[in-house]
C-alpha cells in the first residue's frame, strides 16, 4: 500500500550519528553528507541511513525507507546541492515534477496536502519543496559553514544574521583556536 510506514523489526533505531540536525528539511537532506576526521560520511549509505533520516524528520509513519525512495532522496539530495551552489535549477524543477500541492478545505479552515502519484518520491519532493519556501522567506539566510573543511548547512535564524558556522562548539571553535594558535606563534 502506497504510503504505509516500512515494515522494520521492533526495537532502537540506530542514533543519528550527524553533527547537524533539526534544520529545515532541504538543508537536513544536505547534511545527511559530512566531513568528519577528514573522510567524507554520507548517512544515505548505511542500511539504515534512510529510516534514521525520515524518522529525524518526522516523515517515517508516511513514507517508507525503502531502495526506491533512497534513489529519489539522493536524487533531491543532488539537486539542492546544485541549486544552493549555484550551478543549475534544472534538476530541482525534475524533482518538483513528482508531486503538487493540493488545496483542502477542512474543520479548522483552508489547508493544503501534497499529492504524489508515486509515494516513493515524496520525502524528496518535500525536501525540494522546502527549498523553495526557504528562497521565498529567507534566500539569504541559507548558509554554508565557513569552516573550509566543513559540508554543512544551516539557516540562520541569528538577530543580526551574522552566523558563520554549523556550529560554535565545533566548527567556530576550530577557527578561534587555530587563530589564536598562529597570534601565539607569531608572538
Given at each position: ?109 483552508p489547508g493544503e496536502r ?74
Amino acid at each position: 500500500m502506497p504510503g504505509a510506514p516500512a515494515s522494520r523489526p521492533r526495537g532502537p533505531r540506530p542514533p543519528d550519528p550527524r553533527p547537524l540536525t533539526g534544520e529545515p528539511l532541504a538543508l537536513d537532506l544536505l547534511n545527511t553528507r559530512w566531513t568528519q576526521d577528514g573522510a567524507v560520511r554520507d548517512l544515505l549509505e548505511d542500511a539504515d541511513g534512510p529510516a534514521v533520516w525520515l524518522a529525524a524528520n518526522g516523515l517515517d509513519e508516511r513514507f517508507r525507507a525503502d531502495a526506491q525512495t533512497l534513489r529519489r532522496l539522493l536524487v533531491a539530495r543532488e539537486a539542492i546541492e546544485a541549486a544552493v551552489q549555484g550551478t543549475g535549477t534544472e534538476r530541482l524543477d525534475d524533482v518538483l515534477e513528482h508531486g503538487r500541492i493540493r488545496p483542502t478545505l477542512t474543520a479548522e479552515g483552508p489547508g493544503e496536502r501534497a499529492e504524489f502519484a508515486d509515494e516513493t518520491w515524496g520525502p524528496a519532493w518535500l525536501a525540494a519543496r522546502d527549498y523553495l519556501d526557504l528562497l521565498t522567506r529567507a534566500p539569504d539566510r541559507i548558509r554554508g559553514c565557513a569552516h573550509e573543511a566543513c559540508t554543512l548547512h544551516f539557516l540562520d535564524t541569528s538577530r543580526n544574521g551574522a552566523r558563520r558556522w554549523c556550529s560554535m562548539a565545533t566548527c567556530g571553535n576550530r577557527v578561534k583556536a587555530s587563530r589564536h594558535h598562529a597570534r601565539s606563534k607569531e608572538a
